[in-house]
């Protein structure tokens, strides 16, 4: 079975100051993996994804995530976060036509 | 072009009683699924559907079914309403059942709240 391990509940970040939020999944097979952005009372909008080939991949907002498949990770960076990122990210494991997700990691951004 | 959309966005009900979420998928999306997110978690898969018909389910009793229509909306619905019922409801369509590659949008969900 398929399943996702979002480590952090929260992370605080400086306005201005880069972001990792961490991934890891167990997948048997070649997965497809997502990036999920949750603002307050709001569904659930891509931020990016990563099916097959270059293991860095760039998403909108100015995200990125990194493949790893050795540690089974799929880590989302941003190099300069702002205030208006403070949300709630998941991460999301895909297989056949169902997500399987994350717990999720509350971002805040002080000032 | 509207998105998915869900009604109502807000239902407060009490326990042993039913209830029914509505969801229009995004336009030219034939497939939709249903995901409950509670307080602290993230999203859980209910079910999908697909040419009228539920494809695929997850690991939720058979208090909770659904509905599709020939316009490729959804309802579910869910009976005799627990406490732990209580959680954000998400509808999410996409275009294709087998199409993994085509991304999954999703509403901005219903809020229950069982009493």
């Known amino acids: 079975a398929q399943s996702v391990t979002q480590p952090d509940i929260h992370i605080t970040v400086s306005e201005g100051a880069s972001l990792e939020l961490r991934c890891n999944y167990s997948?048997?097979?070649?997965?497809?993996l997502f990036w999920y952005v949750q603002s307050p009372g709001q569904g659930l909008q891509l931020l990016l994804k990563?099916?097959?080939?270059?293991?860095l991949v760039q998403g909108i907002k100015g995200f990125e995530a990194e493949f790893k498949r050795s540690q089974s990770s799929f880590n989302l960076r941003k190099p300069s976060v702002h205030w208006s990122d403070a949300a709630e990210y998941f991460c999301?494991?895909?297989?056949?036509?169902?997500?399987?997700f994350g717990k999720g990691t509350m971002l805040l951004v002080s000032p | 072009d509207a998105g998915v959309t869900q009604s109502p966005t807000h239902l407060i009900k009490t326990r042993g009683q039913q209830v029914t979420l509505r969801c229009s998928p995004k336009?030219?999306?034939?497939?939709v699924s249903w995901y409950q997110q509670a307080l602290g978690q993230g999203p859980q898969f209910i079910f999908q559907?697909?040419?009228?018909?539920?494809?695929q389910r997850g690991n939720f009793p058979d208090r909770f079914s659904g509905h599709q229509f020939p316009n490729y909306s959804s309802e579910l619905n869910v009976n005799a309403l627990l406490l732990g019922d209580s959680a954000l409801y998400l509808c999410?369509?996409?275009?294709?059942?087998?199409?993994?590659?085509?991304?999954?949008?999703f509403g901005a969900g219903t809020r229950l709240s069982v009493l």
């Open positions: 999410a369509s996409r275009l294709g059942r087998d199409a993994p590659k085509n991304i999954q949008y």
């Open positions: 559907y697909y040419e009228e018909e539920e494809r």
């Open positions: 997948y048997g097979a070649t997965p497809y």
């Open positions: 336009s030219g999306h034939d497939t």
């Open positions: 999301a494991v895909g297989a056949s036509s169902t997500l399987t």
């Open positions: 990563y099916f097959s080939g270059d293991t």
